[in-house]
């Protein structure tokens, strides 16, 4: 059995309705099927704008619960093409019980799994807490067809822990549905350290955990639906990285795009014999890591 | 008072004795001192060779007690240029009791706390292991008259959860004196991707914690002493990061160089206030990061 898997990132701008957004994704995963791929990874909440720059109950209209019509829609599109799927829904758990989740479909169609955002931001532009309860479902990969997938969502992209959680649980690969742009009243320096910061963090996570990193991140711009705001310019950018954090692929930050990458699931080994990090964890002395800060 | 710091590390080459290393310390830190610099990195192990290319009873004898000869001629240095020095010494703690352990001295001379390196490496031609007690003092930053240091050793450099534990307890920078190099046979694209890595985890530190890092690396060929192995070739690529993980300067991989930049300190409060990292942590689900591993 050959240790190369071909993956595919469905990069995209918003397409004014969930109809729309799910057909476009229905033709990408076409083609990534068609070009060999064996996984496809979507964008974070691709069913729709980003609607998070506001605050507005309306905007719950948007959830639905799992399963439920878009991961049925799907399930079907997965299981057409044999190919694993992670997506990213606006899960309705319950009357007022909210969850940014991703769902992942195996090869067969089957829902493998499921994880629910664990770390929620909320700064302007990025209104989320009030939309997103915290996931309670922990840091657990995901079985598939293709391996097993420690599945992320954007702001976790941030946090080392979780990276090493999902390593610790025996992640093959982590994956980050994202939507993160630019405000676009900032100067050009701090946007391109914006986003060299954002895509370093997650290389340093394949570093530091031996493994495959997929991000794929929204593209174009959305406006504030209240008019008050900047709006976002979501900068692209999706990419995937090796083991050693080496770049293997990498879409722009302007255009919609399927970005292919051929990822060797055997390399993780190799790396981790002659950067053997996890046998000298010293777990003997990180007992603060579970404390909010170390001072006062 | 002004935010910004001038800091230098001193990559240099191994100069064939303590005597004439600590000769080239005392040339590059006066030099450091009228450039500006208030506070000096110097490079893992900077008294002699990287002499754990091999295992050699012989080699203890390079070890010393702390305080002891050398701290005392780095306490005189410290002190006639009043600067903060970040120094790695190879401690003689009892007889069978070394640690790899930075010294810091602060401005006035006086030891201003050490740190023992916590994560010891074990791989051909870097056997740490044979000379190296785990340290025993924790992740605990040193306060001094430029700030409150994480101080980091090499190795430590892989580890996401040192660079937490540091900044949790309210580290302002992180340093690291390192001794890392390639392995001459290696492909070329092989050595890009470790000296990459290396750089893109540390990065990755200053990205994930909001603060500057400083990494002081050793330069140029050393051979195996048992004449067996290809021996190392250090690669330099000393470098200063802000707490974006912007390169704020790098040197060259080849030769011995004074390395200065300017550091702003307030700029990690304006960073964490548009990216509150710290404020999201899921310290409720961060459990298992004190287990070895999370499957069987």
Redesign the interface.
Known sequence: MSSSLRVALVQDRDRGSAHANLARIEERVAQAAAAGARLVLLQELHNGAYFCQHQDVREFERAEPIPGPSTERLAALAQAHAVVLVSSLFERRAAGLYHNTAVVFDADGRIAGRYRK????D?PGFMEKFYFT?GDL??EPIDTAVGRLGVLVC?DQ????????MA???AEMLLYPTAIGWDPRDEHAEQR??Q??WV??Q???A??NGLPVLSCNRVGDESDPTGHGPGIRFWGTSFVAGP???LLARAGEVDDELLLADIDLARSEDVRR?????R????D???????????P
């Open positions: 664990m770390h929620i931001p700064d915290p922990g840091f702001w941030w946090y080392p822990e979780a990276a090493r959680l610790l649980a025996g350290r914006q060299e910061a370093l963090s290389r340093g996570h570093v530091a050693q954090g080496e002659i950067w053997p990090f996890l000298d964890r010293r777990i002395a990180y007992g603060d890591l579970l404390r909010r800060f170390r001072s």
